[in-house]
């Protein structure tokens, strides 16, 4: 070939020879032969030989590669070099690299990664929790803030594994803690945490005063002699900040005193503190009669049974005497006191002394039944009872009319009241009185007019029947009376019953049919036909 360059040859022995371009046949061989070495052969795939982590005594790692001959070392495939062990290590993973050291691209790495730990952190020690000695459990306790992969101590000499301390005498304690892997990695405490002393126990207690119960304090009251830092107690179980109790019924207490910052200090007196029992109270009194307000007497009165030595009271005050007039409606507590020990009282039952009876009220209205006017009396919001009262009538005089009823007939009266004595309009009274509280209500009713019928004919023969026009219950201001002509032949103010079929020059009008119009003091006029009929001479 024209290069003198030959690639890609395979390991043997090679003769060079050269020849002239010119003439092919002047060849000149090589006095030697040339070798082609075989293919170099790669290193074993590396592997750890060994492996040292950091500790906090020494906070770097080493790796030892398994040794090889003929090669060199990497732990990144870059930087390589003559010994097998690499130290100074930071945390991390490492890839194993060796290389043939004649033949340096013959490079074999590890399949896995070798890794150096982080150093252990061992945190700041703190209490987590501290019991302090008291009189039931004399010596303390500490429980150290638990860390894992640790061991504890409270001197720094002494580890075990457990973070909780007992059995501890009173004192100042240094936390400390290590690695349970490496014993350079430890840390103390800032502070030191302190065991208290034993509680001492407060003193026996004592009585101060007693006050017992009267018949004004049913209940009686202890006070305990004070002590300092301490709680007190009757029964060992509910304590107060107070030495002194009330509202305690008669009984027989033993004092109790506890220490307030350790209440297993606790001490109880030597004999117990008698209350003693209610004093005697009086009878329950008891009511023998009330007396009930009416309308005639509008106030009641309470009478009481008698004891010996008391006085007496519904009360607003007590006296003497077991009689209580001139109340006013209320209700009323009765009680009874001794005269020489007034704060002895006993209440009996309450007793109530009614609202005076009220007053009746009712209304009187008028309307015709069958051609009469009739006044009819009701009571106005039940306020009596129509069976429980009676009724008295009376005209404007005063003179009474009527029956014992709720009912007046006005058109019988006025029958019967003589002619030219009723005006309209007419005033009646009516009273009703109670029967049962005496209460009585007297009502005027006024009357304007009372007619229910207007006559259709009249007949003035001095028979007594139909003689004359009347009206006189109708209280008419003026009457006209008309012919069928329409012509008025009797006119007349005031009318009562006047015309008697005469006209107004006082002459007899003729049989026949008359028209008239009614003028009245109130109201609408009103106007109609009446017959007049003679007797045939």
Same mark, same amino acid.
């Given at each position: 070939q024209g290069s003198n360059t030959f690639t890609g040859l395979?390991?043997?022995?090679?003769?060079?020879?050269?020849?002239?371009?010119?003439?092919?046949?002047?060849?000149?061989?090589? #006095?030697? @032969?040339?070798? *082609?070495?075989?293919?170099?052969?790669p290193p074993v795939v590396p592997t750890t030989a060994s492996v040292v982590?950091?500790?906090?005594?020494?906070?770097?790692?080493?790796?030892?590669?398994?040794?090889q001959t003929g090669v060199e070392y990497s732990l990144n495939g870059t930087s390589y070099q003559g010994s097998n062990t690499f130290t100074g290590l930071a945390p991390g993973n490492y890839t194993l690299y060796v290389r043939n050291t004649a033949d340096t691209t013959c490079v074999t790495s590890s399949a896995l990664t070798t890794t150096i730990n982080p150093t252990q952190v061992v945190l700041l020690p703190t209490a987590f929790r501290t019991v302090q000695p008291t009189c039931a459990v004399q010596s303390g306790s500490i429980e150290i803030t638990a860390q894992t992969g640790v061991e504890y101590s409270l001197n720094g000499t002494s580890y075990q594994g457990s973070n909780t301390f007992t059995g501890l005498v009173p004192g100042n304690y240094t936390l400390y803690v290590r690695s349970a892997a490496d014993n350079s990695c430890l840390n103390s405490s800032a502070s @030191?945490? %302190?065991?208290?002393?034993?509680?001492?126990?407060?003193?026996?207690?004592?009585?101060?005063?007693?006050?017992?119960?009267?018949?004004?304090?049913?209940?009686?009251? *202890?006070?305990?002699?004070?002590?300092?830092?301490?709680?007190?107690?009757l029964n060992g179980t509910t304590y107060q900040a107070s030495n002194t109790f009330s509202g305690l019924a008669p009984n027989n207490y033993v004092l109790y005193v506890r220490n307030i910052a350790d209440n297993t200090c606790s001490v109880q007196s030597i004999s117990s503190v008698t209350v003693n029992p209610l004093p005697l109270l009086p009878s329950t009194p008891t009511l023998i009669q009330v007396v009930q307000p009416t309308?005639?007497?509008?106030? #009641?009165?309470?009478?009481?049974?008698?004891?010996?030595?008391?006085?007496?009271?519904?009360?607003?005050g007590y006296q003497d005497s077991n009689v209580f007039n001139n109340l006013a409606p209320g209700k009323y507590i009765i009680s009874v006191r001794f005269t020489n020990s007034i704060a002895c009282i006993?209440?009996?039952?309450?007793v109530t002394i009614n609202a005076i009876p009220p007053q009746i009220q009712f209304e009187t209205k008028g309307d015709c039944e069958n051609k009469e006017y009739i006044l009819t009396a009701n009571p106005l919001s039940g306020s009596y009872d129509p069976n429980n009262v009676s009724y008295q009538w009376r005209d404007n005089t005063g003179a009474p009319i009527g029956t014992n009823s709720n009912v007046l007939?006005?058109?019988?009266?006025?029958?019967?009241?003589?002619? #030219?004595?009723?005006?309209?309009?007419? %005033?009646?009274?009516?009273?009703?009185t109670s029967t049962n509280t005496g209460c009585e209500t007297s009502n005027d009713v006024v009357i304007e007019s009372a007619y229910c019928n207007i006559q259709k004919g009249i007949?003035?023969?001095?028979?007594?029947?139909?003689d004359f026009f009347d009206l006189r219950l109708m209280n008419v201001k003026k009457l006209e009376i008309f012919n069928r002509y329409g012509i008025k032949v009797y006119s007349q103010s005031d009318y009562t019953d006047q015309w008697k079929g005469q006209s107004n020059k006082g002459e007899d009008l003729p049989s026949a049919t008359y028209y008239y119009v009614i003028e009245f003091n109130t109201g609408e006029p009103k106007t109609g036909w009446i017959y007049l009929i003679r007797e045939k001479q």
């Open positions: 395979a390991p043997g022995n090679y003769t060079l020879y050269v020849r002239n371009t010119a003439d092919t046949t002047c060849v000149t061989p090589s #006095g030697s @032969t040339t070798t *082609i070495n075989a293919v170099p052969t982590q950091p500790t906090c005594g020494t906070p770097s790692g080493t790796i030892v590669i398994t040794a @030191t945490v %302190t065991i208290n002393a034993i509680p001492t126990p407060p003193t026996t207690p004592n009585m101060s005063s007693v006050i017992q119960p009267t018949c004004g304090t049913p209940s009686g009251t *202890i006070v305990i002699t004070s002590q300092t830092g301490v709680e007190y107690s309308c005639l007497v509008p106030s #009641g009165s309470i009478t009481i049974s008698t004891q010996p030595n008391v006085q007496y009271s519904i009360g607003n006993t209440l009996g039952s309450d007939n006005v058109t019988d009266v006025i029958a019967s009241t003589p002619s #030219g004595q009723l005006v309209f309009p007419v %005033t009646y009274t009516l009273t009703v007949s003035p023969d001095g028979n007594g029947s139909n």
